[in-house]
């Protein structure tokens, strides 16, 4: 700072000179360092030193003239930036001294922060970045002439050769600066030498000093000092010789390289000095990413705010504004700077800030590129990035942008009064500063001030801010905020004193607030992090190919990242954390955005967000957050996280990857908001646009008049309207916009030239008057703080006046939350609920039309066609299908978790603001969702409650998401928080740099791998970690203790008990972080991968990406078609394990035959047997018993969609993996239509590419289900045709909190209460619905039970009505009976109770194995159960269904036992049947069991293993032993046979031709079967349709019928068998298969049929008659016929000798058999039957004659060849 000549300071009137450790030269008369005008103030004696004091400032201290005491004091103080530098400034006396200076100068600041010893000079803190560097211009050699010699410089690297010095060891030095005489070319001077040059940048100027040149002859080595002064129009420039003292070369050098590339970024307003804006939070640093515009499809620019762009590849690095083309086609070359950081001006007009950088590229030969970039202020939640204006301009060289940010608001300059003030969006908070603060001069003055508090410890009471002992003032301080964010309190002074001021100074560093300087003056400065502001980050980068993406819909709210060891991470993205949430409630340090929670509780600062997010070439986003809290050991620098998003087609839970010995933290986060979005821009009409999905109405703002007033001229604008002008000036007859000044009014823009539309940068409204000659565009922001509309003029350029219009009919809906809240201990995630791609659809039946309801989870409504016409923005919406009117019943409100409460053991979401009340006009509607913690996979849906009632929808939503989620837990083999360990059980190997990895997941230790021997310590888990060093060390890293803790999509797991870490503190033991991780796109062989070690407690960490831990997908499985809506999410069954096989058309290519198909409705399967994880198709090819390929043949997306003519319903499961031709991609169709029952679907088609099923199903077919009068407690429902009792209930009374309620059945006398008699559900006197007036129905796959006519109540429109009671009886296998549950959402006049129960489920009683499919119910009799007898037991059972009550063994029993003594125990309930195939030995293992709540040792388990025989023959069970309470038991039947162990047997055609050549065939007889006893008649006639029967009617004498059913009784009869038949042959028998249409009365969609078993039986008489062996619950009749015939030997049925003759017979027999008699379980025909109908796995019949000839059911058959069975040959369907 020595200075040649001196420096001016003025102080009151007098004039004062001095000079820095030298004395003054420039003033005539005063010897001196410090001279008053021409006398000697203070002098430089040889104890003058510069001093450090304490707080770090730098001071000298001048004697006075006599050499003796303090003549004057200098203090020199670092600026917090080199904008706040002051020059010397006289202040108050004070250490003895008679003058005391304060001097803030650069070069008081530490010298690593301002110099650098090569070209470049890079500085945040202080706002410094340049570059010398392209001075170098390879090795060039600048010139510079001086009057007497010649000069020689060299930059950066380059270097003068021919005056360089030779060093020691014969080397030439490396010489910059030369001096030269131009007549003596000997003479040559080094000036100054590389190694030894220094630039520093101080006070604004540029400085390079060139040092240990050659020595002079004063004995000072030469050296050179060049000052750079920036001038953008000079290019490289030249050196100037200025001249030299005491052998120091003085130059001075004008160059653009030499321009500060970081600008000051406050401005005061020109027209009103009061508004002060900054900028700098939008300074992006050099090293990071740039704010980004797309220019178009091709373009984009990187945009800076006074600075240059950084490091942006191939920009100029001076550039402001740079221009490059995107794609991997962009040429490097075509780039162009399009304005210069330096060359930034500041300007304003109106409301308007704009930013213009001149100086660009050239554009043409005029002139060069230049930008201006338009500001307006906006609130921090609205604020939108630079955007390009693209209206057309004549100018192509100038670019000009508009941004809206809450840096262009005015900084504030009045605080709140309660320590806090807001500024630019951000409210900086003191109140964290309770304690006293105190500060000291040199001169040990103590000051001690609390500007949030009354001092604890002050001078008087009250207190705020003494001076020692003396108050200065006790008043609340006075906040305003200064440039760059300096935030002040100024105290009013008590009377007399001097007042005070605290300066709150941002400082990141700063571990807790500490005062900086309190010299001379009562002005404090406090360092402290609550004075940071917080930085913009871009919320909508765009990466260097174009891509463009939207991280807004996470901003405002706190997200959260767990780990196994209880830590807790909370961050945020583009914003700042919320602290007024309890978890994060008293995170220190101010605008943070990331806080960690330690298992104690403690708050830890983890950052501040200090740049844009990063997007690397792999496309996933980073934030990255620095200066946190110190960390504690490492480098001790501070805390970093860096937070990695990936695009991710289902959200998951953030996840704590790491944290290393540095305290830098890890977290990724796998979502669809890190996936690029679809750029939008769209034309509106109306006065309405839609964009992105979302209709925005500017209708109401027509009739609103805008004015706004800038210059003395008043604008009035109309939106969508003429404006609204005082006085209708001519010129504005049909003017939108309107321009009045005085008695002039000129138009600027016409009404009808209007045009709506949106952009990147919002919603924009253009009007042109005739010729366009004016034009006026308005700019639409949001303003989401209240309900006013406001209009702002932005800028007139002479052609186009813009305006801004803030308004909150442009905000656009919250699209997501939050998902995730704490209560208590407790936290719930509901955001697997959250549908992405459709929305939960409800109904309620009403009249004159049914009422539908769209929902959604955390989510805004997805626009799909039904919810096209909801308002925008809401999260649920009613649709009156009468009025065909939507109604918004609330919406998302914030995307904060807020909207989540807990009510008792409830959650529920609340939506609020929704449409006007319709019974209250001064109300919105909202929306209640209730949410039940259910256990176990299932669909979720969303059920409504009734009509509004309180302005208030209910609905109720019962999920596993609704429970907590799970705490770590201990960890074993088998099933760790609901995951399978074991499909990992084997040894994986995953490296490092240093080490190998062993882990091993269940496999015994004998089979770990050969160099694994120290780590063989026999654990089930564990990591061995080996050295790759030579040594090859072993060492426990972590093992065999485990817990684990499951989150949202992810699982972790902590490995303990490791070896001891060697340079951890106390014994420490090692222990390993395992994080499986949801990756959609995971392999199913992925592998886990080594992250990083924390040396400072031997914690390894390790990544593994898993698709089975991606959440099961689930879509909502309803869908409207022709006004009905649809249900198909009980085609996923539990008792089916979630999913179907399909079956494959013989249409399809033969490649496809040999495999099989799993199908999942609506959502991916949560089975184990469903290996494609996350799928919801799956195809499985077997190669052999080890090698099962599973391929994912398509994944939940979308739900259900209504298409086609004629319309029928499909849903379309889209996959990620190309088909062989590289350009499509996988996927999944199918479609479902109607028919009966519940059929299984059928892969019809295949092109390797789009797989197409085809699925009947009675669930498609128009509903049946309206709620109808229900006599008795029997319903069939209609969706699958099976019958429920809900009986089993009835008669008991069951408590569901204060309520007391019955089953189809009134409270006795002593349970009423004082309720009325008849009633069924009473609380509190009062009935909620009487038993006489009850209805049973069913409501998508749910069982309803609806009470009526309870008491009188008054509803909310003022009528009355009567109460009444909903019980929702739901399937849970696992819940036995059962308890009715009160769900407390349910409105005025209506209760409702949920009632999970396993009595309602409803079983197939069959099992589906790879197509195959094995029914039970052919081992099950209509008529009487098997018995077995056994080991002194004798066992009842039936496989099917429950025990009829005359066998003693309670209700839903369906296996007893009677032991010796007469005891009769159940020891199996029917709900618990659990079948599965074993193909390892080919059986079939169905298991049940009984469970005795009260007496648990009465508990049983039966096991019956079913085997295949080969034959047709039944069977029957055997006992095998009892082990403890299980009782095993044996079954050979064909019932267990695969359709694949059924071969053709040659024999049976032969067989069929023996019975051909019967002389008496029985083909040709009619018989009546009967008895003394029966109930039934059955009339048989196989040769001919039956005819001439006296008491048959009509029904069965139709021409068609060959077996009736008749009953005299009641003269009832039926067709059970047409004459059309089907024959299949085996080698001892041949079925008969004939149908009827007749439906069957218990399962309406079936028809009757009859089938016919002829057997061998030598003993038979060849004129036997057939016997009635069985019914099917299905309407199956079976009959027996034994004959001899079918016993003829192979030689003699197809030799050619002559068959033995049948005697002649009677053309009609009657036989009487009693049913009640029959006990034969002869099912075989039934079983293959309907395998056959539903599965068309090759089966090993010979269909013998599929023709229907009217004359007979038998036509010739000779020499067919005999074929297999294909289910879709019309020839070959079997019934």
Same mark, same amino acid.
């Given at each position: 700072?020595?200075?040649?000549?001196?420096?001016?300071?003025?102080?009151?009137?007098?004039? #004062?000179?001095?000079?820095?450790?030298?004395?003054?030269?420039?003033?005539?008369?005063?010897?001196?360092?410090?001279?008053?005008?021409?006398?000697?103030?203070?002098?430089?004696?040889?104890?003058?030193?510069?001093?450090?004091?304490?707080?770090?400032?730098?001071?000298?201290?001048?004697?006075?003239?006599?050499?003796?005491?303090?003549?004057?004091?200098?203090?020199? =103080?670092?600026?917090?930036?080199?904008?706040?530098?002051?020059?010397?400034?006289f202040?108050?006396?004070?250490?003895?001294?008679?003058?005391?200076?304060?001097?803030?100068?650069?070069?008081?600041?530490?010298?690593?922060?301002?110099?650098?010893?090569?070209?470049?000079?890079?500085?945040?803190?202080?706002?410094?970045?340049?570059?010398?560097?392209?001075?170098?211009n390879?090795?060039?050699?600048?010139?510079?002439?001086?009057?007497?010699?010649?000069?020689?410089?060299?930059?950066?690297?380059?270097?003068?050769?021919?005056?360089?010095?030779?060093?020691?060891?014969?080397?030439?030095?490396?010489?910059?600066?030369?001096?030269?005489?131009?007549?003596?070319?000997?003479?040559?001077?080094?000036?100054?030498?590389s190694?030894?040059?220094?630039?520093?940048?101080?006070?604004?100027a540029?400085?390079?000093?060139?040092?240990?040149?050659?020595?002079?002859?004063?004995?000072?080595?030469?050296?050179t000092?060049?000052?750079?002064?920036?001038?953008?129009?000079?290019?490289?420039?030249?050196?100037?010789?200025?001249?030299?003292?005491d052998?120091?070369?003085?130059?001075?050098?004008?160059?653009?390289?030499?321009?500060?590339?970081?600008?000051?970024?406050?401005f005061?307003?020109?027209?009103?000095?009061?508004?002060?804006?900054?900028?700098?939070?939008?300074?992006?640093a050099?090293d990071?990413?740039?704010?980004t515009?797309?220019?178009?499809?091709?373009?984009?620019a990187?945009i800076?705010?006074?600075?240059?762009v950084?490091?942006?590849?191939?920009?100029?690095?001076?550039?402001?504004?740079?221009?490059?083309?995107?794609?991997?086609?962009?040429?490097?070359?075509?780039?162009?700077?399009?304005g210069?950081?330096?060359?930034?001006?500041?300007?304003?007009?109106?409301?308007?800030?704009?930013?213009?950088?001149?100086?660009? *590229?050239?554009?043409?030969?005029?002139?060069?590129?230049h930008?201006?970039?338009?500001?307006?202020?906006?609130?921090?939640?609205?604020?939108?990035?630079?955007?390009?204006?693209?209206?057309?301009?004549?100018?192509?060289?100038?670019h000009?942008?508009?941004?809206?940010?809450?840096?262009?608001?005015?900084?504030?300059?009045?605080?709140?009064?309660?320590?806090?003030?807001?500024?630019?969006?951000?409210?900086?908070?003191?109140?964290?500063?309770?304690?006293?603060?105190?500060?000291?001069?040199?001169?040990?003055?103590?000051?001690?001030?609390?500007?949030c508090?009354?001092?604890q410890?002050?001078?008087?009471?009250?207190?705020?801010?003494?001076?020692?002992?003396?108050?200065i003032?006790?008043?609340?301080?006075?906040?305003?905020?200064e440039?760059?964010?300096?935030?002040?309190?100024?105290?009013?002074?008590?009377?007399?004193?001097?007042?005070?001021?605290?300066?709150?100074?941002c400082?990141?560093?700063?571990?807790?607030?500490?005062?900086?300087?309190?010299?001379?003056?009562?002005?404090?400065?406090?360092?402290?992090?609550?004075?940071?502001?917080?930085?913009?980050?871009?919320?909508?980068?765009i990466?260097s190919?174009?891509?463009?993406?939207?991280?807004?819909?996470?901003?405002?709210?706190?997200?959260?990242?767990?780990?196994?060891?209880?830590?807790?991470?909370?961050?945020s993205?583009?914003?700042?954390?919320?602290?007024?949430l309890?978890d994060?409630?008293?995170?220190?340090?101010?605008?943070?955005?990331?806080?960690?929670?330690? *298992?104690?509780?403690?708050?830890v600062?983890?950052?501040?967000?200090?740049?844009?997010?990063?997007?690397?070439?792999?496309?996933?986003?980073?934030?990255?957050?620095?200066?946190?809290?110190?960390?504690a050991?490492?480098?001790?620098?501070?805390?970093?996280?860096? &937070?990695?998003?990936?695009?991710?087609?289902?959200?998951?839970?953030?996840?704590?990857?790491?944290?290393?010995?540095?305290c830098?933290?890890?977290?990724?986060?796998?979502?669809?908001?890190?996936?690029?979005?679809?750029s939008?821009?769209?034309t509106?009409?109306?006065?309405?646009?839609?964009?992105?999905?979302?209709?925005?109405?500017?209708?109401?703002?027509?009739?609103?008049?805008?004015?706004?007033?800038?210059?003395?001229?008043?604008?009035?604008?109309?939106?969508?309207?003429?404006?609204?002008?005082?006085?209708?000036?001519p010129?504005c007859?049909?003017? !939108?916009?309107?321009?009045?000044?005085?008695?002039?009014?000129?138009?600027?823009?016409?009404?009808?030239?209007?045009?709506?539309?949106?952009?990147?940068?919002? &919603?924009?409204?253009?009007?042109?008057?005739?010729?366009?000659?004016?034009?006026?565009?308005?700019?639409?922001?949001?303003?989401?703080?209240?309900?006013?509309?406001?209009?702002?003029?932005l800028?007139?350029?002479?052609?186009?006046?813009r305006?801004?219009?803030?308004?909150?009919?442009?905000?656009?809906?919250?699209?997501?939350?939050?998902?995730?809240?704490?209560?208590?201990?407790?936290?719930?995630?509901?955001?697997?609920?959250?549908?992405?791609?459709a929305?939960?659809?409800?109904?309620?039946?009403?009249?004159?039309?049914?009422?539908?309801?769209?929902?959604?989870?955390?989510?805004?409504?997805?626009?799909?066609?039904?919810?096209?016409?909801?308002?925008?923005?809401?999260?649920?919406?009613?649709?009156?299908?009468?009025?065909?009117?939507?109604?918004?019943?609330? =919406?998302?409100?914030?995307?904060?978790?807020?909207?989540?409460h807990?009510?008792?053991?409830?959650?529920?979401?609340?939506?609020?603001?929704?449409?006007?009340?319709?019974?209250?006009?001064?109300?919105?509607?909202q929306?209640?969702?209730?949410?039940?913690?259910?256990?176990?996979?299932?669909?979720?849906?969303?059920?409504?409650?009734?009509?509004?009632?309180?302005?208030?929808?209910d609905?109720?939503?019962?999920?596993?998401?609704a429970?907590?989620?799970?705490?770590?837990?201990?960890?074993?083999?088998?099933?760790?928080?609901?995951?399978?360990?074991?499909?990992?059980?084997?040894?994986?190997?995953?490296?490092s740099?240093?080490?190998?990895?062993?882990?091993?997941?269940?496999q015994?230790?004998?089979?770990l791998?050969?160099?694994v021997k120290?780590?063989?310590?026999?654990?089930?888990?564990?990591?061995?970690?080996?050295?790759?060093?030579s040594?090859?060390?072993?060492?426990?890293a972590?093992?065999?203790?485990?817990?684990?803790?499951?989150?949202?999509?992810?699982?972790?797991?902590?490995?303990?008990?490791?070896?001891?870490c060697?340079?951890?503190?106390?014994?420490?033991?090692?222990?390993?972080v395992?994080?499986?991780?949801?990756?959609?796109?995971?392999?199913?062989?992925?592998?886990?991968q080594?992250?990083?070690?924390?040396?400072?407690?031997c914690? #390894?960490?390790?990544?593994w990406?898993?698709?089975?831990?991606?959440?099961?997908?689930?879509?909502?499985?309803?869908?409207?078609?022709?006004?009905?809506?649809?249900?198909?999410?009980?085609?996923?069954?539990?008792?089916?394990?979630?999913?179907?096989?399909?079956?494959?058309?013989?249409?399809?290519?033969?490649k496809?035959?040999?495999?099989?198909?799993?199908?999942?409705?609506?959502? !991916?399967?949560?089975?184990?047997?469903?290996?494609?994880?996350?799928?919801?198709v799956?195809?499985?090819?077997?190669?052999d018993?080890?090698?099962?390929?599973?391929k994912?043949l398509?994944?939940?997306?979308?739900?259900?969609?209504?298409?086609?003519?004629p319309?029928?319903?499909?849903?379309?499961?889209?996959?990620?993996?190309?088909?062989?031709?590289?350009?499509?991609?996988?996927?999944?169709?199918?479609?479902?239509?109607?028919?009966?029952?519940?059929?299984?679907?059928?892969?019809v088609?295949?092109?390797?590419?789009?797989?197409?099923?085809?699925?009947?199903?009675?669930?498609?077919?128009p509903?049946?289900?309206?709620?109808?009068?229900?006599?008795?407690?029997?319903?069939?429902?209609?969706?699958?045709?099976?019958i429920?009792?809900?009986?089993?209930?009835?008669?008991?009374?069951?408590?569901?909190?204060?309520?007391s %309620?019955?089953?189809?059945?009134?409270?006795?006398?002593?349970?009423?209460?004082?309720?009325p008699?008849g009633?069924?559900?009473?609380?509190?006197?009062?009935?909620?619905?009487?038993?006489?007036?009850?209805? &049973?129905?069913?409501?998508?796959?749910?069982?309803?039970?609806?009470?009526?006519?309870?008491?009188?109540?008054?509803?909310?429109?003022g009528?009355?009505?009567?109460?009444?009671?909903?019980?929702?009886?739901?399937?849970?296998?696992?819940?036995?009976?059962?308890?009715?549950?009160?769900?407390?959402t349910?409105?005025?006049?209506?209760?409702?109770?949920?009632?999970?129960?396993?009595?309602?489920?409803?079983?197939?009683?069959?099992?589906?194995?790879?197509?195959?499919?094995?029914?039970?119910?052919?081992?099950?009799?209509?008529?009487?159960?098997v018995?077995?007898?056994?080991?002194?037991?004798?066992?009842?059972?039936?496989?099917?269904?429950?025990?009829k009550?005359?066998?003693?063994?309670?209700?839903?029993?369906?296996?007893?036992?009677?032991?010796?003594?007469?005891? &009769?125990?159940?020891?199996?309930?029917?709900?618990?049947?659990?079948?599965?195939?074993q193909?390892?030995?080919?059986?079939?293992?169905?298991?049940?069991?009984?469970?005795?709540e009260?007496?648990?040792?009465?508990?049983?388990?039966v096991?019956?293993?079913?085997?295949?025989?080969?034959?047709?023959?039944?069977?029957?069970?055997?006992?095998?032993? =009892?082990?403890?309470?299980?009782?095993?038991f044996?079954?050979?039947?064909?019932?267990?046979?695969?359709?694949?162990?059924?071969?053709?047997?040659?024999?049976?055609?032969?067989l069929f031709?023996?019975? %051909?050549?019967?002389?008496?065939?029985?083909?040709?007889?009619?018989?009546?079967?009967?008895?003394?006893?029966?109930?039934?008649?059955?009339y048989?006639?196989?040769?001919?349709?039956?005819?001439?029967?006296?008491?048959?009617?009509?029904?069965?004498?139709?021409?068609?019928?060959?077996?009736?059913?008749?009953?005299?009784?009641?003269?009832?009869?039926?067709?059970?068998?047409?004459?059309?038949?089907?024959?299949?042959?085996?080698?001892?028998?041949?079925?008969?298969?004939?149908?009827?249409?007749?439906?069957?009365?218990?399962?309406?969609?079936?028809?009757?049929?009859?089938?016919?078993?002829? =057997?061998?039986?030598?003993?038979?008489?060849?004129?036997?008659?057939?016997?009635?062996?069985?019914?099917?619950?299905?309407?199956?009749?079976?009959?027996?016929?034994?004959?001899?015939?079918?016993?003829?030997?192979?030689?003699s049925? !197809?030799?050619g000798?002559?068959?033995?003759?049948?005697?002649?017979?009677?053309?009609?027999?009657?036989v009487?058999?009693?049913?009640?008699?029959?006990?034969?379980?002869?099912?075989?025909?039934?079983?293959?039957?309907?395998?056959?109908?539903?599965?068309?796995?090759?089966?090993?019949?010979?269909?013998l004659?599929?023709?229907?000839?009217?004359?007979?059911?038998?036509?010739?058959?000779?020499?067919?060849?005999?074929?297999?069975?294909?289910?879709?040959?019309?020839?070959?369907?079997?019934?």
């Open positions: 700072m020595t200075n040649t000549t001196s420096y001016k300071v003025q102080k009151d009137s007098a004039n #004062y000179t001095l000079n820095i450790c030298r004395n003054v030269t420039d003033v005539s008369g005063c010897d001196a360092a410090v001279c008053e005008g021409d006398k000697a103030v203070a002098i430089v004696t040889e104890e003058t030193v510069l001093e450090s004091a304490a707080n770090g400032d730098v001071f000298v201290k001048y004697a006075k003239p006599d050499g003796k005491d303090c003549g004057t004091k200098i203090t020199f =103080k670092c600026p917090d930036s080199p904008y706040h530098a002051t020059g010397p400034v202040v108050s006396p004070s250490d003895g001294c008679d003058h005391v200076i304060d001097w803030y100068t650069m070069d008081a600041c530490p010298s690593e922060d301002l110099f650098s010893s090569n070209c470049t000079l890079q500085n945040s803190k202080y706002l410094i970045d340049i570059d010398l560097t392209p001075l170098n390879n090795g060039k050699v600048y010139l510079a002439s001086g009057a007497e010699f010649d000069y020689s410089i060299a930059m950066c690297g380059a270097s003068v050769q021919d005056c360089s010095l030779t060093n020691d060891d014969g080397t030439r030095g490396h010489t910059v600066a030369c001096q030269k005489k131009s007549l003596e070319s000997a003479f040559h001077k080094n000036l100054g030498m190694k030894f040059t220094k630039l520093r940048f101080v006070d604004d540029l400085v390079m000093t060139m040092s240990k040149g050659d020595v002079c002859s004063s004995g000072f080595q030469r050296k000092i060049i000052h750079f002064h920036c001038n953008v129009t000079e290019g490289e420039g030249n050196p100037e010789y200025v001249g030299e003292t052998c120091t070369y003085m130059f001075v050098w004008h160059t653009r390289y030499a321009c500060n590339r970081i600008q000051k970024c406050s005061t307003n020109t027209t009103d000095p009061s508004k002060v804006y900054d900028f700098s939070s939008l300074t992006v050099q990071a990413t740039s704010w515009v797309k220019l178009g499809e091709k373009k984009m990187y800076n705010i006074c600075a240059a950084g490091h942006v590849a191939d920009c100029d690095p001076s550039a402001a504004v740079c221009v490059k083309e995107t794609g991997q086609s962009a040429n490097p070359s075509a780039v162009e700077n399009h210069q950081a330096s060359t930034m001006k500041f300007s304003s007009e109106g409301n308007t800030i704009s930013i213009t950088y001149d100086h660009g *590229s050239v554009c043409n030969t005029k002139e060069n590129h930008s201006v970039i338009y500001f307006a202020c906006a609130s921090a939640d609205q604020s939108v990035g630079p955007q390009l204006r693209t209206e057309s301009s004549s100018n192509a060289c100038r000009t942008y508009t941004w809206f940010t809450p840096a262009a608001c005015a900084q504030s300059t009045e605080g709140h009064g309660d320590c806090t003030i807001t500024d630019a969006g951000y409210t900086y908070d003191f109140n964290s500063l309770t304690a006293d603060l105190t500060a000291k001069t040199s001169d040990n003055t103590q000051y001690k001030f609390n500007p508090s009354t001092l410890d002050g001078c008087k009471d009250d207190s705020r801010f003494c001076e020692g002992n003396t108050l003032s006790k008043e609340i301080p006075e906040l305003a905020v440039n760059d964010h300096v935030v002040t309190a100024k105290f009013n002074p008590e009377s007399g004193n001097p007042s005070a001021t605290v300066r709150y100074i400082d990141h560093t700063a571990e807790e607030p500490k005062v900086i300087t309190s010299d001379n003056s009562i002005t404090v400065e406090v360092n402290t992090t609550l004075a940071c502001a917080p930085k913009t980050v871009d919320c909508k980068p990466d190919l174009g891509n463009a993406y939207d991280f807004s819909g996470l901003k405002g709210t706190n997200w959260k990242a767990s780990s196994v060891d209880g830590m807790s991470y909370y961050f993205i583009c914003s700042t954390l919320d602290k007024d309890s994060v409630k008293g995170c220190p340090g101010g605008a943070i955005s990331a806080c960690q929670r330690t *298992s104690d509780g403690t708050l600062n983890l950052g501040y967000a200090a740049s844009n997010p990063v997007i690397q070439s792999t496309g996933t986003v980073l934030f990255h957050y620095i200066n946190g809290k110190k960390c050991h490492g480098n001790q620098t501070p805390r970093q996280t860096m &937070i990695t998003l990936s695009c991710a087609q289902v959200e998951s839970q953030p996840q704590m990857i790491s944290e290393d010995l540095n830098n933290y890890n977290i990724l986060w796998h979502t669809p908001k890190a996936c690029p979005v679809q939008s821009s769209a509106g009409e109306d006065c309405s646009i839609v964009k992105n999905e979302i209709k925005y109405d500017l209708t109401p703002l027509k009739s609103k008049p805008l004015q706004t007033v800038f210059k003395g001229t008043t604008y009035n604008v109309g939106i969508c309207s003429v404006a609204k002008v005082q006085g209708n000036p010129n007859a049909n003017s !939108a916009v309107c321009a009045s000044s005085g008695s002039t009014s000129n138009s600027f823009g016409e009404l009808k030239k209007e045009s709506l539309y949106s952009e990147e940068g919002g &919603i924009k409204l253009k009007y042109e008057t005739d010729g366009n000659s004016k034009t006026s565009i308005i700019t639409f922001t949001c303003n989401a703080e209240n309900d006013q509309t406001e209009l702002r003029f800028s007139n350029d002479g052609v186009i006046v305006f801004q219009v803030s308004t909150p009919y442009v905000c656009p809906p919250v699209e997501s939350a939050n998902c995730r809240r704490t209560f208590g201990d407790d936290t719930f995630d509901l955001s697997s609920l959250t549908l992405h791609g929305n939960y659809i409800s109904r309620l039946r009403s009249t004159p039309g049914d009422i539908y309801y769209y929902t959604n989870i955390c989510h805004r409504l997805i626009a799909t066609t039904e919810a096209a016409g909801c308002p925008a923005g809401s999260a649920a919406c009613m649709y009156n299908s009468s009025s065909k009117q939507y109604t918004s019943l609330g =919406k998302l409100t914030s995307n904060k978790p807020d909207f989540i807990k009510m008792g053991s409830f959650l529920y979401l609340q939506y609020d603001n929704g449409d006007k009340c319709p019974t209250n006009n001064s109300a919105l509607l929306t209640l969702i209730l949410l039940r913690c259910v256990e176990g996979p299932r669909t979720s849906r969303i059920e409504v409650g009734t009509a509004i009632k309180d302005c208030r929808q609905f109720i939503l019962e999920s596993p998401a429970c907590p989620v799970k705490s770590p837990v201990n960890a074993k083999c088998g099933e760790i928080a609901g995951f399978d360990t074991n499909a990992l059980k084997k040894q994986y190997r995953i490296s740099e240093e080490h190998d990895y062993i882990l091993n997941f269940c015994n230790s004998g089979s791998d050969s160099d120290k780590c063989n310590n026999q654990a089930m888990f564990g990591v061995c970690q080996i050295s790759k060093s040594g090859h060390e072993e060492v426990i972590g093992g065999p203790q485990l817990t684990a803790m499951k989150e949202t999509s992810q699982l972790i797991f902590n490995f303990t008990g490791g070896a001891t060697a340079h951890a503190t106390g014994n420490v033991e090692r222990n390993v395992l994080t499986m991780f949801c990756n959609e796109y995971a392999q199913s062989d992925s592998q886990p080594f992250v990083s070690e924390d040396p400072r407690d914690t #390894y960490y390790i990544s990406p898993r698709r089975d831990l991606c959440p099961h997908r689930s879509m909502p499985c309803r869908v409207t078609m022709n006004g009905e809506l649809f249900d198909l999410s009980s085609l996923n069954r539990a008792d089916k394990d979630y999913f179907t096989y399909a079956t494959v058309s013989s249409s399809v290519d033969e496809y035959q040999g495999k099989y198909y799993q199908l999942s409705v609506c959502s !991916a399967a949560p089975s184990k047997n469903f290996k494609c994880a996350g799928a919801a799956c195809e499985v090819t077997e190669k018993s080890e090698h099962v390929i599973h994912s398509g994944y939940p997306d979308d739900s259900p969609t209504v298409t086609g003519d319309q029928h319903i499909e849903i379309i499961y889209p996959t990620q993996t190309y088909c062989d031709d590289k350009k499509s991609k996988i996927r999944s169709v199918i479609k479902f239509t109607c028919g009966s029952g519940m059929n299984d679907p059928e892969l088609s295949s092109d390797g590419c789009t797989y197409e099923f085809k699925w009947e199903t009675s669930l498609v077919c509903s049946t289900s309206k709620p109808t009068p229900t006599s008795g407690c029997v319903f069939t429902k209609p969706s699958i045709n099976k429920v009792d809900l009986s089993i209930f009835t008669n008991k009374l069951y408590k569901a909190g204060d309520y %309620l019955k089953v189809c059945s009134s409270l006795s006398e002593s349970e009423l209460s004082g309720c008699a009633t069924a559900v009473c609380k509190g006197a009062v009935s909620f619905g009487s038993a006489a007036e009850y209805k &049973i129905y069913e409501e998508f796959g749910n069982i309803r039970l609806e009470y009526d006519n309870g008491e009188s109540c008054r509803e909310d429109d009528s009355s009505g009567n109460r009444k009671s909903i019980i929702e009886f739901r399937c849970n296998k696992t819940a036995g009976e059962g308890q009715p549950i009160y769900l407390p349910s409105p005025r006049c209506v209760d409702r109770f949920s009632w999970e129960t396993s009595y309602i489920c409803v079983e197939d009683c069959e099992l589906n194995y790879k197509g195959n499919v094995f029914n039970f119910q052919h081992l099950s009799s209509v008529y009487k159960p018995t077995v007898t056994a080991d002194g037991y004798e066992f009842t059972m039936d496989l099917c269904k429950s025990l009550a005359e066998h003693k063994c309670g209700n839903y029993t369906n296996i007893c036992a009677k032991s010796s003594d007469g005891t &009769i125990y159940p020891i199996a309930l029917t709900n618990t049947f659990e079948p599965q195939y193909p390892e030995n080919k059986t079939v293992l169905l298991k049940y069991s009984y469970s005795d009260k007496s648990p040792a009465n508990n049983k388990q096991n019956i293993r079913l085997v295949c025989n080969g034959t047709l023959d039944t069977g029957s069970p055997t006992f095998v032993s =009892k082990t403890g309470s299980t009782y095993n044996k079954w050979v039947t064909y019932v267990a046979c695969l359709d694949e162990d059924l071969h053709e047997v040659p024999l049976g055609f032969n031709k023996t019975l %051909l050549q019967s002389t008496n065939p029985p083909f040709s007889r009619s018989v009546v079967i009967t008895g003394d006893q029966t109930e039934y008649k059955y048989i006639s196989l040769g001919a349709p039956l005819h001439d029967i006296p008491e048959l009617s009509q029904e069965c004498l139709d021409g068609n019928t060959t077996v009736c059913q008749y009953k005299h009784e009641n003269t009832f009869e039926r067709s059970i068998g047409a004459q059309a038949a089907k024959y299949y042959a085996n080698e001892k028998q041949l079925q008969m298969i004939i149908s009827s249409k007749s439906k069957c009365g218990r399962v309406g969609s079936d028809t009757v049929t009859s089938l016919i078993n002829f =057997k061998c039986d030598s003993s038979a008489s060849e004129d036997s008659l057939p016997v009635n062996t069985n019914e099917m619950a299905s309407c199956r009749y079976l009959f027996e016929w034994n004959l001899p015939q079918l016993c003829e030997p192979l030689s049925a !197809a030799g000798t002559q068959s033995k003759r049948l005697s002649p017979g009677v053309t009609a027999v009657i009487i058999i009693v049913l009640a008699s029959v006990i034969s379980l002869a099912t075989v025909i039934v079983c293959r039957l309907k395998r056959r109908r539903r599965y068309n796995g090759p089966v090993g019949y010979d269909p004659s599929t023709d229907d000839d009217t004359t007979g059911l038998i036509t010739a058959v000779k020499g067919r060849a005999p074929r297999l069975y294909h289910d879709d040959d019309d020839d070959d369907l079997l019934i």
